[in-house]
């Protein structure tokens, strides 16, 4: 099993941090009654600044097309997430 790379490292933290930022801004609409779907689109625009950041990252340590894959790989991860915790919450 290979290791991950330094710069699959240094930007762990950073994918962590929009993560969090996005499930914070989650739980706040989360009693809204709107569609999950949209609740994680407005979170994930809320954190905008951490993917940013996260872009930035990705950007200077790779080939444009690589780092444009990974965001949206991320973005769709995390959205994907808070769309799961939203539908099982209202399920409860």
Do not use: N
């Not at 706040?28 to 407005?42: D, L, N």
């Not at 950041?53 to 340590?61: G, K, N, Q, S, Y």
């Not at 769709?76 to 799961?84: C, E, G, K, N, Q």
């Amino acid at each position: 099993m290979s290791q991950p790379g330094p710069s699959a490292v240094a930007v762990k933290p950073l994918v962590e941090a929009w993560r969090t930022c996005a499930l914070e801004k989650g739980r706040e609409f989360m009693r809204s009654g709107e569609p999950a779907e949209t609740i994680a689109k407005v979170a994930l625009y809320e954190c905008r600044e951490e993917r940013r950041i996260v872009a930035e990252a990705l950007f200077r340590d790779h080939p444009p097309i690589a780092a444009s894959s990974a965001i949206e790989q991320i973005e769709r991860s995390i959205r994907d997430l808070m769309i799961s915790i939203i539908v099982q919450a209202r399920s409860k």
